[in-house]
């Protein structure tokens, strides 16, 4: 049995009796004295309700807990008190009115208020612990001992271990490799994964897993994948992992096909992509460039050879090579005074059923003397020739056409042009595809088509330049 001497504003000292199961209240007045199991009609006509409901209440570690307990009306000789229920179901009294009952609590306090939307009292407990998790109990000091009952969670901030735990993992081309992030904390924390600019690997932009497995890596694996964990906590928590993938240089070049006069200023570029750093050289046929006879830079995987004044002898085949402990690569660019491939102009699909208007340009430095005209029957293995001259279409672009007959109709045909200035004769063209009136050419691009990859056929199609690219003809 404990003993708590209380001051009630309209009142002389009681003094409240209390213990774990039962409470007992002595009320004095001026004019005599009296109990709450006598008279406590003529003290209290009608005992506050709860206006606050039973509550879930989550916490950071380390923050305020505020538990409400409020009432409709709270005269100011009631009493209302604190319980956290213990184990087996028991109780332990926290306090009454705003006195706490272990004096040597440095963490709790009650705050009482008799106005407002508040108006009852709030139990404060500082600097959460994981120990003060569990379930609270607001109870009146009537017979009935009426309780509203509250429960407290303490979360606790998220933690991360991550393997390989020195956050750089290394791989080579091919393998299989994992990421780990295990979350720790109360509740167990989310982990998601992002990638520091750039989308994950498959093209996603976050994943949500403890553990990401790449098989097959290559170089668009290598990055940083960052982990983040998030529980809730005013805080997530994020590490990181480093991805290096060793691979053989990968080299790429802007254009394989320069296009270029004597006096002009002519840049072969290739990119380089390699891990480890490769050593990357410059070859004009077999013959090694150096920084002392040409002008060769390089910012980051970009390399660049620069001709200032391009000269009858600076034309032919460059090659860029690269070379790392892993293998080596190259691409050869070809700089040319002769003119571009020919680009057809021709719609694929004729109007005759035996004969068809096939016309072509192409970009040259010199004036274009002459075309050379190939064309056959996909029946036929044989090459029909035919020299057309050049006309002159604009600054530095000639053009050239020719009415076929005597073709058969219903049927598919190829041409390739070539072009002849004072440097010689171009390289051929990309074969051009065609047909008479009346032919299924859709069916015949599509079966073209397969039979192309079947075989393992390279068909490029270049531009006026040189450069790679790819046309998809829909019909």
């Known amino acids: 049995m404990e003993s708590l001497r209380l001051q009630m504003a309209s009142f002389v000292p009681l003094t409240l009796f209390a213990s774990d199961e039962d409470y007992q209240y002595d009320y004095a007045y001026d004019d005599g004295d009296y109990t709450n199991d006598d008279q406590k009609d003529e003290v209290i006509e009608e005992h506050p309700t709860f206006v606050t409901l039973g509550s879930t209440f989550t916490f950071d570690r380390g923050n305020t807990i505020r538990l409400p307990c409020y009432v409709d009306k709270l005269p100011k000789n009631y009493v ?25 609590s440095t ?10 939307a508040d108006r009852g009292s709030t139990l404060v407990i500082n600097l959460a612990e994981d120990q003060d998790a569990g379930q609270y109990m607001c109870v009146m000091g009537n017979a009935a001992k009426t309780t509203i009952k509250h429960t407290v969670k303490i979360r606790a901030p998220p933690q991360i271990t991550k393997q390989p735990a020195n956050g750089l993992l290394l791989a080579q081309k091919g393998d299989t490799v994992t990421l780990s992030c295990k979350g ?29 497995t790449f098989t097959n890596v290559g170089r668009r694996h290598s990055g940083t994948y ?27 070049v802007e254009e394989v096909f320069i296009h270029a006069s004597t006096g002009n200023q002519v840049e072969l570029v290739c990119l380089v992509h390699a891990h480890p750093k490769p050593l990357v050289k410059w070859f004009r046929d077999s013959t090694e460039l150096t920084n ?35 293998g080596q690569a190259s691409r050869v660019i070809e700089i040319s005074g002769l003119a571009a491939p020919a680009e057809f102009s021709s719609q694929p699909r004729g109007y005759e059923p035996e004969q068809y208007l096939i016309e ?18 996909h029946d036929d293995s044989e090459w029909q020739e035919v020299q057309i001259e050049s006309t002159e279409e604009s600054t530095q672009t000639y053009a050239g ?18 072009a002849k200035n004072g440097q010689g004769w171009s390289r051929p063209s990309a074969k051009f595809q065609f047909a ?40």
Request: glycine share 6%; proline share 2%; net charge negative.
């Open 226 to 252: 960052i982990c983040t964990a998030d529980n809730g906590f005013s805080q997530e928590v994020q590490d990181k992992i480093e991805v290096e993938v060793e691979y053989q240089p990968d080299v790429e």
């Open 292 to 326: 002392q006879s040409s002008n060769i830079r390089h910012t980051h995987n970009r390399h660049i050879l620069i001709i200032s004044e391009l000269a009858d002898e600076d034309f032919g085949n460059y090659t860029c090579s690269a070379e790392n402990k892993w």
């Open 401 to 418: 056409k020719r009415s076929l007959s005597g073709l058969s109709s219903a049927s598919q045909y190829e041409a390739v042009v070539l």
């Open 184 to 212: 720790q904390g109360k509740p167990e924390p989310k982990i998601t994964w992002t990638r520091r600019g750039k989308s994950m690997p498959s093209g996603e932009k976050t994943i949500e897993a403890s553990e990401l």
């Open 360 to 377: 072509w340009t192409v970009k040259s430095f010199s004036p274009v003397e002459e075309f050379l005209l190939r064309y056959r029957s």
């Open 436 to 475: 008479t009136f009346g032919a299924d050419l859709q069916q015949y691009f599509l079966e073209y088509s397969a039979q192309s990859l079947f075989l393992g056929r390279d068909y490029r199609v270049h531009d006026a330049y040189g450069r790679t690219c790819w046309d998809v003809i829909l019909l």
């Open 80 to 104: 209302l008190f604190w319980k956290k229920v213990t184990e087996n179901d028991g109780e332990t009294l926290i306090s009454v009115d705003t006195q706490i009952v272990d004096s040597s």
């Open 107 to 116: 963490r709790e306090s009650v705050e009482i208020s008799y106005d407002g």
